[in-house]
């Protein structure tokens, strides 16, 4: 494996927001299991901005769900700030989860509920999370639709009128509301056009560099993952079969699989 | 057989079908009344396709691009206002007898849509699907059309439902079962979005190889100007249901006349290329309701003047040939 990444963490696991110790997953299937991670290690620092690539099926979402406590690992720990997350009692596994990861889907049509208003969607874990009282909850979600570029008149609109692009900075707006350490993203633009996508990709990169927010950014796409990951883990069939700095890994990939996965990007054909 | 690129005037409606474009589209006007009231959806657009040709038509979600394939296919739904007239080999889709009609759905056009998921139908085999399309005539066997998309495994994916076949593998069989009456044109609407990069790729290149073993003409409908530079001979670019700028892609690539086109290729090289903050065109697209009068895109267009609130007509851009544009004051002119 070809390894770059200097990892302070590795020597000072207390440093590290997320340290995921030797994660295996299975899940049953008829008459046997699949095999989602495979001895998965990985260690996030604050304000660090990890990507992972790979194809559909490699585990890539079941990385980041075991991370938030949502699926438990056949094998192996997950620790936050140094905590086990699997040894938690699942109500404050939930509290310090919700409070600390907040995660931004691929398609925000079906995450986010489209006969709420675009205002409680914002408000919504605050209130469950009893942060603030009323007056500043409400004033927080002026300043939250503000920062994601929305107009405060847009938190009284239905979420079902709002467009693909809009949706998604909501999405952002919602995951920031209780300031957390750290954002994952699960393919958080793919649903978008290029254009749209270019100005959610700025303000994910704005957002996390006023916030010295940390990233685990999941992304089959290459090109979106190279703009915001200091770091990425390539990952094939449960495996991560290569992992270092990012800009390393695009002019220098060691890994046939990373090799084909570049190669496998469309790519502007302009001649002059 | 001969593959021809660009078109002439495309307004001329030559009487001999012969030498007509296997696809006209002139002046078409989509209009939901119930829904948009007065306000076209698609409005007076333009485009040709020869036949043989590969032609891509690129836009932001929502400009119209389906309901254009859906129009060339006669495929538009109840709801629809339509007027303008679209020909197909020649003749008015619209004035054809019903028995014309359905000849031509069968046997003239082949479309393949985004969501494989929901084309095809869920209770129902592949195998059997695929049969069902072949009975009314094909040149090729439904294990013959399965091999052609690259599907190996031929009698297992005959006997799948949709749910038990991945992503790719069902995009391919709406692919074969699209192809299975020898269509003269298929209609890809955004085919690979919903895949990954892997398996697009492989996507994309069985289209051009079968585009180019067989013939037929293509209409590749994509929001991503990357794969519509490695695909298609000629691109039309649509904003808010206008269609803003049409020629050869590599001329449109290499020298974008339309702002709106210069802005999208902006933005999908930054990323490509990584820049520090990616380009993007300042503000978002109006839905439908909020259109404005006049050129639609002038509210986020840098060049923009108060002549832009009459319509820009697409017409042919004197600066080169083939390339038509709907723009006053087009990127790359002198002032
Ligand atoms: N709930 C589940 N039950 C059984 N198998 C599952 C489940 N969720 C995922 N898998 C399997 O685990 C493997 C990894 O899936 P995962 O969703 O993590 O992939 P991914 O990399 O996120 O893919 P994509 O790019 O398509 O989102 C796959 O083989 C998948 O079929
Ligand atoms: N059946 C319909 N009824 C009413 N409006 C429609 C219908 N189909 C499409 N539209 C509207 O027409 C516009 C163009 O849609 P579409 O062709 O699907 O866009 P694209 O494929 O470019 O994303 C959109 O504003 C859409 O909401
Ligand atoms: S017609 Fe005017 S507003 Fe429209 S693109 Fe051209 S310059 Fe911009
Ligand atoms: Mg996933
Ligand atoms: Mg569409």
Redesign the pocket.
Known sequence: MHDASPDTSRTDPAAALFDVRNVTVD?A?RGGY?R?LRDVSLQIRPGQAIGVI??????????SRSMLGLIEPTRGHVLYRGRDVYAMGSISRFRVLSREAAMVFQDPRSSLNPRLSAGAVVRDPLTVLGIGTRQQRKAKVGELLESVGLAAELATRPVRALSGGQLQRLALARALAVEPSIIVAD?PTSALDVSVQAQVLNLFQQIRARRHLALLL?S?DVRVVRFLADHVLV?CD?DVVERGATEQIYRDPHHDYTKALLAAAPRLRVQA | MTVTTGSGTPWSVPADAATAPLLAVRELCVRFPRRYGDVAVLDRVDLTIDAGEVVAVVGESGCGKSLLGLAAADLLPRSAAVTGTVAFDGQDVRAMSRRERRQMRGAGIGVVYQDALTSLNPGMSAGAQLRQVCKLGSSSSPEELLASVGLEDTERIMRARPYQLSGGQRQRVLIAIALARDPQLVIADEPTTAL?VTIQKHVVELLRSLQRSRNFALMFISHDLALVSELATRTAVMYAGQLVESGPTRDILARPRHPYTAGLLESSRSLDECWPTLASIPGSVRQPADFLAGCRFRDRCGNATERCAHRPVLEVDGTAGERYLACFHPVGTET
């Open positions: 899940y299937s699949t989602a790979g194809e559909s099926g490699s585990g890539k979402t079941t990385l393919e999941v089959h990952m449960g | 990954d």
